[in-house]
T-cell receptor, first 111, second 112 residues
Framework: KAGVTQTPRYLIKTRGQQVTLSCSPI?????VSWYQQTPGQGLQFLFE???????NKGNFPGRFSGRQFSNSRSEMNVSTLELGDSALYLC??????????FGPGTRLTVT | KNQVEQSPQSLIILEGKNCTLQ??????????LRWYKQDTGRGPVSLTI?????NTKSNGRYTATLDADTKQSSLHITASQLSDSASYIC???????????FGRGTSLIVHP
């Protein structure tokens, strides 16, 4: 099976802009989670979607949002970008249970 | 507050040597503990997953142990290889929340 894919892999944006990141889970996986990884904070949970519904949400401002489509593909959006949003954004898919499979991530740089 | 502390923060060893990484957590009630390996610039890859009833889990040269009473876990790497150079992250789930708690990771460098 193909692994989790994320697009784009790298992105440079300017403060105040918005960005949309995409994640395609492993075929058959219905749960998709998003994480932010920075050197200072490590990995932090953003949100989780299951069958097009947001099931869990981490402690991030409302500028961070997401959605999941009927084919389980997911997108996350960050509006009004700030310098502190520069990070590696990781997507992970899961069939059920505890196992999660991570994608390669999208490296976002905000200037 | 749920917390996961990993030690050491970084570690340098010679190829062929063994090493042990530590993970202490305060998450309660406990659900499961996972160890991930993350190469630079790539997503984490799962090494082991342990639930409350498991105290040892192996994956090749990687062996994880869990002591749920003391809330401690360790990851032992045997006969290290250059490709083991990576960050190792401990993740604990539970505490009445789906949201997992991540450790900051241990950066391992294996020198030839």
């Amino acid at each position: 099976k193909a692994g989790v894919t994320q697009t784009p892999r790298y992105l440079i944006k300017t403060r105040g802009q918005q960005v949309t990141l995409s994640c395609s889970p492993i075929s058959g996986h219905r749960s998709v989670s998003w994480y932010q990884q920075t050197p200072g904070q490590g990995l932090q949970f953003l949100f989780e979607y299951f069958s097009e519904t947001q099931r869990n949400k981490g402690n991030f401002p409302g500028r961070f949002s997401g959605r999941q489509f009927s084919n389980s593909r997911s997108e996350m959006n960050v509006s009004t970008l700030e310098l502190g949003d520069s990070a590696l954004y990781l997507c992970a898919s899961s069939p059920q249970g505890y196992e999660q499979y991570f994608g390669p991530g999208t490296r976002l740089t905000v200037t | 507050k749920n917390q996961v502390e990993q030690s050491p923060q970084s570690l340098i060893i010679l190829e062929g040597k063994n090493c042990t990484l530590q993970c202490n957590y305060t998450v309660s009630p406990f659900s499961n503990l996972r160890w991930y390996k993350q190469d630079t610039g790539r997503g984490p890859v799962s090494l082991t997953i342990m639930t409350f009833s498991e105290n040892t889990k192996s994956n090749g040269r990687y062996t994880a142990t869990l002591d749920a009473d003391t809330k401690q876990s360790s990851l032992h790497i045997t006969a290290s290889q250059l490709s083991d150079s990576a960050s190792y992250i401990c993740v604990v789930s539970g505490g009445g929340s789906y949201i997992p708690t991540f450790g900051r990771g241990t950066s391992l460098i294996v020198h030839p």
